[in-house]
């Protein structure tokens, strides 16, 4: 039953506050209940003493034992041997005490309740089968009780214990339940971003292997074939190596645009593929793009807004914990502009980088955002961005 390591951290997802909710719910549940339901019993004046604060002591430390064993429970850690024995003895004695006294209304809550957090250290199946095994027992106990007894009212000793077990079981099993699930999906998020970073890397690795493939490949049969015809025919062999020179420098010219993103890079591309990547991340994407504005837009600056969209995506994913994301390209004065606005910013400092709060710092291949911000000005543009509490803005302007 465990819920991964991503539960000890969250990283600003909101996994850590779900979990304080989750055990305020289940510790409170336990609580109130038991306050409220043996407070009365403890309280009355009929009832001896002795019995009353007997039972007090025995309700008071049930609810704290439960309290630190759903505390373990929601960090993901094993049972300590000494609340266990707390908790069980102290059930044991707040239920066997208004039993012997007579009061079969209120003698099964607590162990009902300290049953139901115990279970939630079981597997699935045990821990169900458990509450079905209680749920047969404490009823079992009443019965016999209420018999020997003398108790005129059977029904009341049986039903109520099983109540309890109804009541508490499945609904702090299903609370847990939640909590599992929605440890899982925010780990299935995080995969789902890794993995689009990865299959973007995988992309570029791709397109680096077709241009330095094929050139090294031609360069090695003429280098090949220059060094045969060295000595019988040095004219062609130096007019190979010449070709040789030429390839080298054809290969590293498209290496040097494929790093800074010229190749095959467009607007609509990027915009399309920001928003398949980030989809898959499980952020909710709205692209609102003017497509005649993104064709007129000469090259230049059409292939520098793509890169902004690249790198703010990047961002997106290995920087923030972003449920929504906005990409909007609209006419500006003297041209175009680009906004991207996500949520789930990190704040300032938490992030990789020169203090940025999605990570702004430039990656290692030059299109980080301020290396971006240097290049959109040196052809007219801008580029900038902002924070505001958990919202991350990037804006780039260009000239058409």
Same mark, same amino acid.
Request: hydrophobic share 50%; charged share 20%; proline share 4%.
């Given at each position: 039953?465990?819920?991964?390591?991503?539960?000890?951290?969250?990283?600003?997802?909101?996994?850590?506050?779900? #979990?304080?909710?989750?055990?305020?719910?289940?510790?409170?549940?336990? /609580?109130?209940?038991?306050?409220?339901?043996?407070?009365?019993?403890?309280?009355?004046?009929?009832?001896?003493?002795?019995?009353?604060?007997?039972?007090?002591?025995?309700?008071?430390?049930?609810?704290?034992?439960? +309290?630190?064993?759903?505390?373990?429970?929601? #960090?993901?850690?094993?049972?300590?041997?000494?609340?266990?024995?707390?908790?069980?003895?102290?059930?044991? &004695?707040?239920?066997?005490? !208004?039993?012997?006294?007579?009061?079969?209304?209120?003698?099964?809550?607590?162990?009902?309740?300290?049953?139901?957090?115990?279970?939630?250290?079981?597997?699935?199946?045990? /821990?169900?089968?458990?509450?079905?095994? /209680?749920? $047969?027992? %404490?009823?079992?106990?009443?019965?016999?009780?209420?018999?020997?007894?003398?108790?005129?009212?059977?029904?009341?000793?049986?039903?109520? !214990?099983? %109540?309890?077990?109804?009541?508490?079981?499945?609904?702090?099993?299903?609370?847990?339940?939640?909590?599992? $699930?929605? /440890?899982? &999906?925010?780990?299935?998020?995080?995969?789902?971003?890794?993995?689009?970073?990865?299959?973007?890397? &995988?992309?570029?690795?791709?397109?680096?292997?077709?241009?330095?493939?094929?050139?090294?490949?031609?360069?090695?049969?003429?280098?090949?074939?220059?060094? #045969? %015809?060295?000595?019988?025919?040095?004219?062609?062999?130096?007019?190979?190596?010449?070709?040789?020179?030429?390839?080298? +420098?054809?290969?590293? #010219?498209?290496?040097?645009?494929?790093?800074?993103?010229?190749?095959?890079?467009?607007?609509?591309?990027?915009?399309?593929?920001?928003?398949?990547?980030?989809?898959?991340?499980?952020?909710?994407?709205?692209?609102?793009?003017?497509?005649?504005?993104?064709?007129? %837009?000469?090259?230049?600056?059409?292939?520098?807004?793509?890169?902004?969209?690249?790198?703010?995506?990047?961002?997106?994913?290995?920087?923030?914990?972003?449920?929504?994301?906005?990409?909007?390209?609209? !006419?500006?004065?003297?041209?175009?502009?680009?906004?991207?606005?996500?949520?789930?910013?990190?704040?300032?400092?938490?992030?990789?980088?020169?203090?940025?709060?999605?990570?702004?710092?430039?990656?290692?291949? +030059?299109?980080?955002?301020?290396?971006?911000?240097?290049?959109?000005?040196? $052809?007219?543009?801008?580029?900038?961005?902002?924070?505001?509490?958990?919202?991350?803005?990037?804006?780039?302007?260009?000239?058409?």
């Amino acid at each position: 039953m465990s819920t991964g390591p991503a539960v000890a951290d969250d990283g600003g997802s909101g996994l850590a506050s779900f #979990r304080r909710n989750v055990w305020w719910g289940l510790a409170g549940t336990v /609580a109130c209940v038991l306050g409220f339901a043996v407070g009365d019993w403890v309280l009355d004046p009929d009832v001896p003493a002795g019995l009353r604060a007997l039972t007090g002591l025995a309700t008071a430390t049930t609810i704290v034992a439960c +309290g630190a064993l759903l505390g373990r429970r929601m #960090r993901d850690q094993a049972p300590s041997v000494g609340w266990l024995v707390t908790a069980g003895g102290a059930a044991v &004695l707040a239920g066997a005490v !208004p039993l012997a006294a007579g009061n079969f209304g209120i003698w099964s809550i607590a162990p009902a309740a300290t049953v139901s957090v115990l279970v939630m250290f079981l597997p699935t199946r045990r /821990a169900w089968q458990s509450l079905g095994a /209680a749920l $047969v027992a %404490l009823p079992l106990v009443g019965l016999v009780t209420a018999l020997a007894t003398g108790e005129p009212n059977v029904a009341h000793a049986v039903w109520m !214990p099983a %109540l309890m077990v109804v009541a508490f079981g499945p609904a702090m099993l299903g609370m847990v339940r939640a909590w599992q $699930v929605t /440890a899982r &999906l925010d780990d299935a998020r995080r995969l789902a971003g890794q993995l689009a970073v990865a299959d973007e890397r &995988l992309r570029f690795a791709a397109d680096l292997h077709d241009i330095q493939g094929h050139h090294l490949q031609v360069i090695a049969l003429k280098s090949e074939l220059a060094a #045969r %015809l060295a000595e019988a025919d040095p004219a062609r062999a130096a007019e190979q190596m010449r070709e040789v020179q030429q390839l080298a +420098g054809d290969a590293l #010219r498209e290496t040097r645009a494929l790093v800074q993103g010229y190749r095959r890079t467009t607007l609509d591309a990027e915009i399309a593929n920001a928003s398949r990547v980030l989809a898959a991340a499980g952020v909710a994407v709205r692209a609102d793009v003017d497509a005649d504005l993104a064709a007129s %837009l000469p090259q230049a600056p059409r292939s520098l807004l793509g890169l902004v969209v690249r790198e703010a995506t990047t961002n997106v994913l290995r920087h923030s914990h972003a449920t929504r994301a906005a990409i909007v390209l609209l !006419p500006d004065d003297a041209g175009a502009r680009l906004v991207i606005d996500n949520d789930g910013a990190r704040p300032a400092g938490s992030a990789k980088g020169p203090g940025f709060t999605n990570g702004t710092g430039t990656s290692s291949d +030059g299109t980080g955002l301020v290396s971006l911000a240097e290049r959109l000005d040196a $052809v007219g543009g801008r580029l900038s961005w902002a924070s505001d509490d958990d919202r991350f803005v990037v804006t780039a302007t260009v000239t058409g």
